[in-house]
């Protein structure tokens, strides 16, 4: 199984700043990562796949890089819908898709 | 727009059986394109697969819960299930259905809004 790190835990961010999310992959993925939004009590919503592709209605402010083992999701300018948990997702040809433990993204 | 929904026991006493439906709401299953997920989530924690069903009937199980995971599909109906038997406290979780597309399908695009599942005696 493919363990899936994330760092930190929690991160304190004002409104408008910028917010930087780490993912770390026990193996290579390549670019097979995904990043999801979760609002307090609902679904997660899908934000980036593939590493750096923006999903249907996510907004510019949202970006994903990295490829292997390292990755980073960035929000520009953080606003008030944006306050959440943050979850990657590796989905390696061949093997079980496995998530991250979240990041929180508060307001400081 | 796609919508899926599931429904099923909320409550299960530890030992029996956790059943639930997910009803999809387009043509999708109809589609090689997709797959067809059950995710679970516990309290406080990240989600996890539970397992997946493709169009042709295949099916993949969490390697952990493959023992006592069967996910089906039912075309006629347009909905897919999952039953967990002989379930202990620990698979007390929301449980989210999903579809999966591209690379080995495991993008999840579209969730279910979730049910929460106890496991009490």
């Known amino acids: 199984e493919i363990v899936v790190t994330q760092s930190p835990a929690t991160l304190s961010v004002s409104p408008g700043e910028r917010a930087s999310l780490s993912c770390r992959a026990s193996?290579?993925?390549?670019?097979?990562l995904a990043w999801y939004q979760q609002q307090p009590g609902q679904t997660p919503r899908l934000l980036i796949y593939?590493?750096?592709s923006r999903a249907t209605g996510t907004p510019a402010r949202f970006s994903g890089s990295g490829s292997g083992t390292e990755f980073t999701l960035t929000i520009s300018s953080l606003q008030s819908g944006d306050f959440a948990v943050y979850y990657c997702?590796?989905?390696?040809?061949?093997?079980?898709?496995?998530f991250g433990q979240g990041t929180k993204v508060e307001i400081k | 727009q796609l919508q899926l929904r599931e429904s099923g026991s909320g409550l299960v006493k530890p030992s029996q059986t956790l059943s639930l439906t997910c009803a999809v709401s387009?043509?999708?299953?109809?589609?090689?394109?997709?797959?067809w997920n059950w995710i679970r989530q516990p309290p406080g924690k990240g989600p996890e697969c539970v397992g997946f069903?493709?169009?042709?009937?295949?099916?993949y199980y969490n390697p952990s819960l493959q023992s006592r995971v069967t996910i089906a599909l039912d075309r006629s109906k347009n909905q897919f299930s999952l039953h967990v038997t002989s379930v202990i406290a620990a698979d007390t979780a929301v449980y989210y259905c999903?579809?999966?597309?591209?690379?080995?399908?495991?993008?999840?695009?579209?969730w279910g809004q979730g049910t929460p599942v106890t496991v009490s005696s």
């Open positions: 593939d590493a750096s």
């Open positions: 387009d043509a999708s299953m109809n589609s090689p394109d997709f797959s």
């Open positions: 193996q290579s993925v390549g670019i097979n």
């Open positions: 069903i493709y169009w042709s009937g295949g099916t």
């Open positions: 999903a579809r999966g597309r591209g690379v080995w399908f495991g993008v999840m695009d579209v």
């Open positions: 997702q590796q989905y390696k040809t061949g093997q079980m898709y496995t």
